[in-house]
């Protein structure tokens, strides 16, 4: 069992920058691949950016060269990096661990960006 709980969402500027923080709990974290998706209002859940218990990482077209996907398994910690923010990245933003059959979401952090 996998307990995953995203911080750093709040209200920006076109052009500013966030930092999105997953720590996870409960399990052997390393083990586990993450990723960051979002949900804008009206719209389906989309992955954002994805990083495997290898290490190996892709991003959605709409965020490449933007966002930055990390992960530190000492700290049971993934990050998400955001900048060059636009208005159409505002969603709620959640974390996600999954390995097999087993997935795991946090409860999400709202992202606005906004003049």
């Known amino acids: 069992q996998v307990q995953l709980v995203e911080s750093g969402g709040g209200l920006v500027q076109p052009g500013g920058s966030l930092r999105l923080s997953c720590g996870a709990s409960g399990s052997i974290f390393s083990i586990y691949h993450m990723g960051w998706y979002r949900q804008a209002p009206g719209k389906q859940r989309e992955l954002v950016a994805a990083?495997?218990?290898?290490?190996?990482?892709n991003y959605a077209d709409s965020v490449k060269g933007r966002f930055t996907i990390t992960r530190d398994n000492i700290k049971k910690t993934m990050y998400l990096q955001m900048n060059s923010l636009k208005t159409e990245d505002t969603a709620v933003y959640y974390c996600?661990?999954?390995?097999?059959?087993?997935?795991?979401w946090g409860q999400g952090t709202q992202v606005s960006v906004s003049s």
């Open positions: 996600d661990a999954n390995r097999g059959m087993h997935n795991y």
């Open positions: 990083i495997t218990s290898g290490g190996s990482i």
